[in-house]
């Protein structure tokens, strides 16, 4: 396909345009068009007067009066950014007119197009409504299309694959902002901040910790009650023995970490507590934490206490406190949907009494990050911050509540079905279904970790492309690794419903 240059009349800017889209135009289609005298003749009835006999009339005005005098670009000029961009889109509607010798410099140019975060305002005409600052991204998709015969020394330096890549970069940033501008601030209606606060918080610099602390979670906590049920339940051990060992390498971890993130809150100079917690130093997943300890331990002791044993509630153990989490949090999410403004009636980790309701997820991030994750007070400080600058960030924690709710709830409900319905009473019945007790739950908590992680770092982009959109400052990703503080909630939820050894042990 063969590409020409071509230049807009009156305003002097070029653009590519395929062969096929163009036709000659002839003293016929002049005449027709300047028989039709519009009211107020405009530069295109003035154009076909030129075209008809160019030798008489004067040249066009000049392209920075004609297009200041349509389109206010008052608004961009002095604008660093934008006036870059455009002499960025001034260069390359020229590059490939010129010898091969000049394109080392347009490769220079690439390169800076590849590494320059650029804004939705200067990308995009339907956004910045001034086409002068916004056609960038029109100029690259035409250099995409040339053949490789149109460009001096594509194969040395990429011009084409390099022109796909950043126009397949920016179709994604356009997408995103077209569907923000659409729809966020009509189902958001929030104000948007000037500056996007940083959570100053990584998962990927502790990556290593976090392979060592889930390595041990499952051993401990999913692999070793069944090994250890099927390893002696079929030898000359008693079954009561059995479970009184199963229960003891169970609950062990657990008290491990009751005591470990209780010194770690209640000692002298804490860098951990809530903000505000002075007199009451304990988190909300602190004082939920110990109250389903001492329930299950109850139910644990119960189960193990009978002769024979009661298998399958023992093996509920996990799926009650899927039970009894999975329904705080649909509650919650259900009170923000219909009372939004419901006011605390007690202090929940670091907010007060009084202060208007957040996702129970908010409180579980807070406190797991700043516990067990080494985040500290400094962590819940700017978890607050971010709540409340991002309407996105609100929405994402407010439909997980539901999610994880939702999903508790029903693999609770489906665990207990094949505890009892196969196993039964029956002590003949139970090794056929005990596995399914301990194990089912941390698939469903692994198989959520993963769809909240991709959901999470899909809001965070619209979070970004929102501030791009509105001229905010975004942070850094050294600043903020928010999918890894964001996607920490997945991580909480092994911690808080299977009652794993202390993160804060291995945690740097």
């Not at 000692?267 to 329930?295: M, N, Q, V």
């Not at 509920?316 to 219909?338: E, H, K, R």
């Not at 971010?386 to 994402?396: C, E, V």
Request: glycine share 6%; hydrophobic share 45%.
């Amino acid at each position: 396909m063969v590409f020409h240059c071509v230049r807009l009349f009156p305003s002097g800017e070029y653009f590519w345009k395929a062969a096929k889209d163009l036709s000659r135009l002839d003293a016929n289609a002049i005449q027709s068009f300047l028989a039709d005298v519009p009211t107020q003749p405009g530069a295109l009835h003035k154009g076909y007067a030129i075209a008809k006999d160019p030798g008489e009339d004067p040249w066009p005005v000049p392209v920075a009066n004609t297009v200041t005098s349509r389109h206010d670009t008052k608004a961009l000029d002095g604008d660093g950014e934008a006036e870059r961009v455009r002499d960025w889109r001034h260069k390359l509607q020229k590059a490939f007119l010129n010898r091969a010798l000049e394109m080392p410099a347009f490769d220079e140019l690439f390169t800076t197009l590849e590494h320059y975060n650029i804004t939705i305002s200067c990308l995009h005409a339907e956004v910045t409504l001034i086409p002068q600052y916004s056609k960038v991204g029109k100029v690259m998709r035409h250099i995409a299309a040339l053949s490789e015969d149109q460009v001096p020394r594509n194969a040395e330096f990429n011009f084409i694959a390099r022109a796909h890549a950043l126009v397949d970069k920016w179709h994604q940033l356009l997408a995103a902002a077209a569907m923000l501008n659409a729809s966020t601030r009509s189902t958001l209606n929030e104000p948007i901040p000037s500056e996007l606060p940083a959570l100053a918080y990584s998962l990927r610099a502790r990556k290593h910790a976090i392979i060592i602390t889930w390595s041990v979670i499952l051993f401990m906590a999913a692999l070793l009650p069944v090994i250890l049920f099927y390893a002696l339940w079929y030898t000359s051990v008693a079954h009561s023995t059995t479970m009184q060992i199963a229960a003891a390498v169970t609950g062990g971890p657990s008290a491990v970490q009751w005591l470990t993130r209780t010194w770690a809150l209640c000692k002298t100079g804490s860098t951990c507590r809530p903000i505000g917690g002075e007199w009451l130093r304990l988190d909300t997943y602190h004082i939920e934490f110990t109250l389903t300890f001492i329930a299950i331990a109850a139910l644990i002791s119960a189960s193990v206490s009978r002769d024979p044993p009661l298998i399958p509630l023992f093996a509920m153990a996990p799926s009650i406190l899927l039970f009894s989490v999975g329904l705080q949090l649909l509650t919650a999410a259900l009170l923000l949907a219909f009372f939004p403004a419901l006011p605390l009636p007690i202090r929940l980790s670091s907010l007060p009494k009084g202060t208007p309701l957040r996702p129970a997820t908010y409180l579980i991030v807070e406190d797991v990050v700043a516990v067990d994750g080494g985040g500290g007070t400094a962590f819940r400080r700017a978890w607050d911050a971010r709540y409340r600058a991002s309407p996105h960030m609100r929405r994402l924690l407010h439909r997980m509540d539901a999610f994880w709710g939702a999903g508790a709830l029903l693999c609770a409900g489906a665990v207990a079905g094949v505890l009892w319905g196969v196993g039964g009473g029956a002590e003949r019945l139970v090794d056929r279904v005990y596995w399914v007790g301990w194990s089912m739950p941390f698939v469903w908590a692994g198989a959520w970790a993963v769809l909240t992680m991709r959901y999470a770092k899909t809001c965070l982009r619209e979070e970004r492309a929102t501030c791009l959109l509105h001229g905010q400052r975004v942070c850094s990703r050294a600043q903020d690794e928010g999918d890894g503080a964001v996607c920490v909630v997945a991580v909480s939820w092994r911690d808080h419903f299977e009652n794993s050894p202390p993160l804060s042990g291995v945690l740097p």
